[in-house]
């Protein structure tokens, strides 16, 4: 189950199992000690321990927040109650992001067994999977799964010939980005309108059915089984002083070799971009990476070598996040990637607070009017301040990071903000003097014979007529044609 | 340790546990604008969403604003109602509510009644930072009672509180999601396709014009000035007690005298009184429920005089229609006996004359629209306003209400009982109809007519009044979420209730959704509900069955109560709906 891919920096804790086994059959989990560890719970630990032991490996939720799992679940574990719950959820919506997807299609068991040890931890005989339906094969396996592990006795009454019964069923959510937030998904699990709800109550006090309720992300839950077998010790030792273990990035963009990597803790975004990623894509110029989705920011070559955890992504302006992470190179716009971001998030927001609702929506509007060079500086202040609003006063996660994208681009490129506020922005291609050769090749090329000269002697471009298609750009033999 | 030991902008103060932050803030003398909030205490009603985020604070040590609404104080808090984050945070929060809103105040029906205006004027806002694009939904104007205009809407979800958690109807909800976001129907669908029950409470929670009364008074002004018609007008019980607070009158003045005059003057022909109505209803439904008593008929027996309660047990409990009396309401009563014994006495043609309701309510209208509550077509009521639609008709008139001389009711259907006054508070009308069944039943006279056990203000009430060797077991509900608690337990054989008094709206009539708005402030009820036993303490007969007239219209027109001619035209029939 350690494995350390080999030739690479990876190291496979949440993804160990993830295309070595047959995730249809359970018989092939067990074989890589599947269910071990819930036996080694059931048989040897006091809920208490097992609590412990995950506080002890200062495991954190790998959807984004990075709250101390063993904490979480010693503060349901300690509220009094005749039922609690257990929630894995499994509603990833970040934009390019896969990771739960993989690990419940590559090896749903872990995800299962570690709901059950989860369970008997804080004292919950019931769990529920909060799936999204666009996830057919996830949910498939998952299912499958399932039945295999009741047909073993690993859910059910009894388990292991124990007084812990569990048993889990699978909830398939319509696909609302807002549901991957917490109250909004017991929202949706109960039937209600998926929209989240203010905290306190904590769903560990108040959740699902306004009983304590345990909330865990798929990628969390994989890690379990590995650190009971293994003890906090070992986990421990991976990672760096506040962030401990691994974490799975799903690398997409102008990268070379796109999909999922899981990197110790610590691991610097140069090692996995160049070293595991294989680089920019025809070796262009980096420019950024956008990490932590629609509710991220990007970091740019400065910090490259900074080692990533939770804590030292936020300081260089970004954030964990569920493990997106958005490659740019130098031909990528940072007023168009905000305005993509936001685009998401005013179309994904729940409409139920003000600023949210109204607010992401003229955010949107705002970034429309300047890249369409219609904006104004005015409109940049207003953006600013417009997006500093949203962030403090919204009543979630998602509203209150859903300006990230545009706060971030704007400290790190205040340049191209200003470049359209100004309408300075160049928005058709050019001809250098210097490098025309007058080879006509660019001329032949428009598709709106916007282009003119003589044989030999330097072409002009027709700026009034330029569609900006980029056609002589790459027909270009001298490099001669500079883009807006 | 009751109390708290907290900041308010540097401050320090004491506070009791358990307060919010918006509380707290209010005892520091430091006033923080609210939309979304709702507080009825007493009736348990409160609006917690905490989505429009006006009342924004900042709290020391959090990385965001908080809600001071929802927010509860604890030990050691600081709070800053006035820093530049939380003061810009409220006025862009409210621009962008305002970027999103219809600009036409001018011929809103809330408008000078609209909280987002108040708010905007309270805010200092001039100009709006925010341009882009509006909500552009379809008016809804397919119900005879509430017009729907989501385009108003703010999402502060208090029509949803009503709906859901107090009336248990589950119309309204929210639906779409981000800036399409709405209260409305589920599927977006009208409100006539909907079950629900127009009783109003929305309309009467909305702080903004996006729920409505539809709007009756161009054509009430229209047929006053037409010669064709005899316009007769009849004013309910509740209206007297709460149309002077549209014309600076504390709550709770009582304006019978006023109202009459101003009826005259604004062109009516006859000016009747509902309460007779009440007065003859409760000859009618104390009758039918000793008749049920004896008879061995269905128990127990519940009021039919509420039409968004009618509505709600049609839809909610199709299999249980044999519950309710079969007594008409008052308003319709009183339609009924215009367009016929009246239109005798005056020797004018039923169709010539037009019966104008003027009413508490908001589910009157789509009442009187009823296709069974008419005689050869024609309906007993033509048109009901709200009391909020009469006073605008006052004011436009130029009528200095206040000042106005006191007037009489119209005979004979004009004069009523203390009974008939109470028929405007929850507990009122079963207390009414007690007095009288209580006579029936024992031939004895009544002694104590107060039945306090049956008053007050609590969603549930029971109690037995012992009526020679029966003990009469009495329900009452009003709010029909606590409606639907009854009816799930009579439908479990739980109850054994003779008679039950439901009311749709919290407080009965009082609080009905065609009152003068009360913002959430609950003593304005509470005031309206002690004007109503005021009236009845001090009116000479407080039995209905002592009412002269009506008895002389027994005697005149009707025969004998609940008899035949009784039966035709002052008992009707439910017709079973579905749950939308």
């Given at each position: 189950?350690?494995?350390?891919v080999k030739?690479?920096?990876?190291?496979r804790?949440?993804?160990r199992?993830?295309?070595?086994?047959?995730?249809e059959?359970?018989?092939?989990?067990?074989?890589?000690?599947?269910y071990?560890?819930?036996?080694?719970?059931?048989e040897?630990?006091?809920p208490?321990k097992?609590?412990?032991i995950?506080?002890?490996?200062h495991?954190?939720?790998?959807?984004?927040?990075?709250f101390?799992?063993?904490i979480?679940?010693?503060?349901?574990?300690?509220?009094?109650s005749d039922?609690k719950?257990i929630?894995?959820n499994a509603d990833?919506?970040?934009?390019g992001?896969?990771?739960?997807?993989s690990?419940?299609e590559?090896d749903?068991h872990?995800?299962?067994?570690?709901?059950i040890?989860?369970?008997?931890?804080i004292?919950?005989?019931k769990g529920y999977?909060?799936i999204?339906?666009?996830?057919?094969l996830?949910i498939?396996?998952?299912?499958?799964a399932?039945?295999?592990?009741?047909?073993?006795?690993?859910?059910?009454?009894?388990?292991?010939?124990?007084?812990?019964s569990?048993?889990?069923e699978?909830?398939l959510?319509a696909g609302?980005?807002v549901?991957g937030e917490?109250?909004a998904?017991?929202?949706?699990?109960?039937?209600?309108?998926?929209?989240p709800?203010?905290?306190?109550?904590f769903?560990?006090?108040?959740?699902f059915?306004q009983?304590p309720t345990?909330?865990n992300?798929v990628?969390t839950?994989a890690?379990i089984?590995?650190?009971i077998?293994k003890?906090?010790d070992?986990f421990?030792a991976?990672?760096t002083d506040?962030?401990?273990g691994?974490?799975?990035?799903?690398?997409a963009?102008k990268i070379?070799?796109?999909g999922l990597v899981e990197?110790?803790?610590?691991t610097?975004?140069?090692?996995?971009?160049?070293?595991?990623g294989?680089?920019?894509?025809?070796?262009?110029?980096f420019?950024?990476v956008?990490?932590?989705?629609?509710?991220g920011g990007?970091?740019?070559?400065?910090n490259l070598?900074t080692?990533?955890d939770?804590?030292?992504?936020?300081?260089i302006g970004s954030?964990m996040?569920?493990g997106?992470m958005?490659?740019l190179?130098?031909?990528?716009d940072?007023?168009e990637?905000s305005?993509?971001f936001?685009?998401?998030t005013q179309?994904?927001?729940c409409?139920?607070?003000?600023?949210?609702r109204i607010?992401?929506?003229r955010?949107?509007?705002i970034?429309?009017?300047?890249?369409n060079m219609?904006?104004?500086?005015e409109d940049?202040?207003?953006?600013?301040?417009?997006?500093?609003n949203?962030?403090?006063?919204?009543?979630?996660?998602?509203?209150?990071?859903?300006?990230?994208p545009?706060?971030?681009t704007?400290?790190?490129?205040?340049?191209e903000?200003e470049?359209y506020a100004?309408?300075?922005?160049r928005?058709t291609?050019?001809?250098d003097?210097n490098?025309?050769?007058?080879c006509t090749?660019c001329?032949r090329v428009c598709?709106?014979?916007c282009?003119?000269?003589e044989?030999?002697q330097?072409?002009?471009?027709?700026?009034?007529n330029?569609i900006?298609?980029?056609a002589c750009?790459n027909?270009?033999p001298?490099?001669?044609?500079?883009?807006? | 340790?009751n109390?708290?030991?907290?900041?308010?902008?540097?401050?320090p103060m004491m506070?009791?546990?358990?307060i919010?932050?918006?509380?707290a803030?209010?005892?520091?003398?430091?006033k923080?604008?609210?939309l979304?909030h709702l507080n009825?205490?007493?009736y348990?009603?409160?609006?917690k969403?905490?989505?429009?985020?006006i009342?924004?604070?900042?709290?020391?040590?959090r990385?965001t604003?908080?809600p001071?609404?929802?927010?509860?104080?604890?030990?050691?808090?600081?709070?800053k109602?006035?820093?530049l984050?939380a003061i810009?945070?409220?006025r862009?929060?409210?621009?962008?509510?305002?970027?999103?809103?219809?600009?036409?105040?001018?011929?809103?029906?809330k408008?000078?009644?609209c909280?987002?205006?108040s708010?905007a004027?309270?805010?200092n806002?001039?100009?709006i930072?925010?341009?882009g694009?509006k909500?552009?939904?379809?008016?809804?104007?397919?119900s005879?009672?509430?017009?729907?205009d989501p385009n108003?809407?703010?999402?502060?979800?208090r029509?949803e509180?009503?709906?859901?958690?107090v009336?248990?109807?589950?119309?309204l909800?929210?639906?779409r999601r981000g800036?399409?976001?709405?209260?409305a129907?589920?599927?977006?669908?009208?409100?006539?396709e909907?079950s629900?029950?127009?009783?109003g409470?929305?309309?009467?929670?909305?702080?903004t014009g996006?729920?409505t009364?539809?709007?009756?008074?161009?054509?009430v002004?229209?047929?006053?000035?037409?010669?064709?018609?005899?316009?007769?007008?009849?004013?309910?019980p509740?209206?007297r007690?709460?149309?002077?607070?549209?014309?600076g009158?504390?709550?709770g003045s009582?304006?019978?005298?006023k109202?009459v005059?101003?009826?005259?003057?604004?062109g009516f022909?006859a000016?009747?009184?509902?309460?007779?109505?009440?007065?003859?209803?409760?000859?009618e439904e104390a009758?039918?429920?000793?008749?049920?008593i004896?008879?061995?008929?269905?128990?127990?027996?519940?009021?039919?005089?509420?039409?968004?309660?009618?509505?709600?047990i049609?839809h909610?409990?199709?299999d249980?229609?044999?519950v309710p009396?079969?007594?008409?309401?008052?308003q319709?009563?009183?339609?009924?006996?215009a367009?016929?014994?009246?239109?005798?006495?005056?020797n004018?043609?039923?169709?010539?004359?037009?019966?104008v309701?003027?009413?508490p309510?908001?589910?009157?209208k789509?009442?009187?629209a009823?296709?069974?509550l008419s005689?050869?077509n024609?309906?007993h009521?033509?048109?009901?306003l709200s009391?909020?639609e009469?006073?605008?008709?006052?004011?436009?008139?130029?009528?200095e209400?206040?000042?106005l001389?006191?007037g009489d009711f119209?005979n004979i259907l004009g004069?009523s009982?203390g009974?008939a006054?109470?028929?405007g508070?929850?507990?009122?009308?079963?207390?009414a109809?007690?007095r009288t069944a209580?006579?029936?039943?024992?031939?004895?006279?009544l002694?104590?007519?107060d039945f306090?056990?049956?008053?007050g203000?609590?969603?549930?009430?029971?109690a037995?009044v012992?009526?020679?060797?029966?003990?009469?077991?009495?329900g009452?509900?009003?709010?029909l979420?606590n409606?639907?608690?009854?009816?799930?337990?009579?439908k479990?054989?739980?109850a054994d209730y003779?008679?039950?008094?439901?009311m749709?709206c919290?407080g009965?009539?009082i609080?009905g959704?065609?009152?003068p708005?009360h913002?959430g402030?609950?003593?304005i009820?509470?005031?309206?509900q002690?004007a109503?036993?005021d009236?009845?303490?001090n009116?000479?007969r407080?039995?209905?069955?002592e009412n002269?007239?009506v008895?002389?219209?027994?005697q005149?027109?009707?025969?004998?109560p609940?008899g035949?001619?009784?039966?035709?035209l002052l008992?009707?029939?439910?017709?079973?709906?579905?749950?939308i």
């Open positions: 189950m350690d494995t350390v030739d690479t920096l990876q190291y804790i949440a993804l199992n993830c295309g070595l086994i047959n995730p059959n359970i018989d092939d989990y067990i074989a890589v000690k599947g071990e560890a819930l036996a080694v719970t059931l040897q630990y006091t208490k097992v609590i412990n995950v506080k002890e490996s495991l954190r939720g790998r959807g984004g927040g990075g101390p799992t063993g979480k679940w010693e503060l349901t574990a300690r509220e009094q039922e719950y929630i894995c990833e919506g970040d934009p992001a896969f990771m739960d997807r690990i419940l590559g749903p872990s995800v299962i067994e570690a709901m040890i989860a369970g008997y931890a004292g919950a005989s999977v909060y999204r339906a666009e996830y057919p996830a498939d396996r998952l299912e499958t399932i039945k295999q592990a009741k047909s073993y006795g690993f859910l059910g009454n009894n388990i292991f010939d124990s007084n812990f569990f048993d889990l699978l909830k959510g609302a980005f549901c917490e109250t998904l017991i929202n949706s699990l109960q039937g209600l309108r998926g929209e709800t203010k905290k306190p109550p769903p560990s006090v108040s959740g059915r009983k345990n909330v992300n990628e839950f890690n089984p590995a650190i077998l003890g906090s070992w421990n991976i990672g506040h962030s401990k691994t974490k799975v990035f799903a690398l963009g070379n070799n796109v990197v110790p803790m610590g610097t975004l140069r090692d996995i971009i160049y070293e595991i294989g680089g920019i894509v025809d070796d262009k110029q420019k950024a956008q990490t932590g989705g629609p509710s990007v970091i740019t070559e400065e070598d080692p990533i939770y804590e030292s992504i936020r300081n954030m996040g569920s997106g958005i490659v190179d130098e031909d990528d940072m007023v990637i305005k993509f936001l685009d998401f179309d994904e927001s409409g139920k607070c003000t600023p949210c607010g992401t929506k955010l949107y509007e970034l429309e009017r300047l890249t219609e904006g104004s500086p940049l202040d207003l953006l600013e301040e417009l997006a500093q949203v962030k403090d006063s919204s009543l979630c996660g998602l509203g209150q990071s859903a300006p990230n545009i706060l971030s704007i400290d790190r490129f205040r340049e903000y470049a100004y309408r300075t922005k928005t291609y050019a001809i003097d490098k025309c050769i007058g090749k001329s598709p709106v014979d282009i003119t000269g044989v030999k330097v072409h002009v471009i027709n700026e009034a330029c900006a298609c980029g750009y027909a270009c001298v490099d001669a044609i500079i883009k807006p | 340790m109390t708290l030991n907290i900041h308010v902008n540097g401050r506070v009791k546990k358990g919010t932050v918006l509380e803030c209010h005892q520091a003398g430091i923080i604008p609210t979304c009825l205490e007493e348990g009603i409160v609006n969403v905490a989505s429009c985020r009342c924004v604070v900042e709290i020391e040590n990385a604003l908080v001071s609404c929802a927010e509860k104080v604890y030990e050691g808090m600081h709070i109602s006035d820093s984050r810009n945070a409220r862009n929060n409210l621009e962008l509510l305002l970027s999103n809103h219809p600009f036409e105040c001018l011929t809103c029906t408008n000078l009644t909280e987002l205006q708010l004027e309270e805010l806002i001039r100009d930072s925010f341009t694009k909500m552009d939904y379809p008016i809804d104007h397919s005879e009672a509430i017009v729907k108003k809407c703010v999402m502060c979800r029509c509180t009503m709906c859901n958690d009336q248990t109807v589950g119309v909800s929210g639906l800036f399409d976001a709405v209260v129907p589920a599927f977006n669908l009208d409100m006539l909907t629900c029950t127009y009783c409470q929305c309309v009467a929670v909305c702080p996006a729920l009364e539809r709007n009756d008074v161009p054509r002004w229209k047929r006053l000035s037409n010669k064709n018609y005899h316009m007769v007008v009849q004013v309910a509740a209206v007690v709460a149309l002077g607070e549209m014309f009158m504390a709550p009582i304006s019978t005298g109202i005059t101003a009826l005259r003057r604004l022909d000016v009747f009184d509902t309460n007779f109505g009440a007065d003859l209803t409760i000859m009758r039918e429920l000793v008749h049920r004896e008879e061995g008929g269905t128990l127990p027996m519940l009021t039919s005089c509420c039409p968004a309660w009618v509505k709600f049609e909610q409990f199709p249980m229609l044999d009396s079969t007594c008409k309401s008052p319709t009563m009183v339609g009924a006996i367009k016929t014994y009246y239109a005798e006495k005056v004018l043609p039923s169709k010539q004359i037009k019966v309701s003027i009413m309510c908001v589910a009157k789509a009442e009187s009823r296709p069974e005689k050869e024609l309906h009521v033509d048109y009901t009391t909020r009469f006073g605008h008709m006052i004011k436009e008139a130029g009528i209400f206040e000042a001389p006191d119209d004069e009982t009974a006054a109470i028929f508070t929850t507990g009122g009308v079963i207390e109809a007690t209580y006579e029936l039943l024992t031939g004895d006279p002694e104590h007519i306090e056990e049956l008053r203000l609590e969603g549930v009430r029971e037995t012992t009526i020679g060797d029966l003990d009469l077991k009495i009452i509900a009003h709010g979420g409606a639907r608690k009854l009816l799930e337990d009579i479990a054989g739980k003779h008679a039950i008094e439901i749709a919290p009965g009539c609080g959704g065609g009152q708005y913002h402030d609950m003593s009820i509470k005031a309206r002690k109503i036993y009236i009845d303490k009116t000479p407080r039995k209905s069955h002269e007239m008895l002389k219209l027994y005149d027109y009707l025969g004998d609940y035949e001619k009784a039966h035709d008992h009707t029939c439910y017709t079973k709906g579905e749950r």
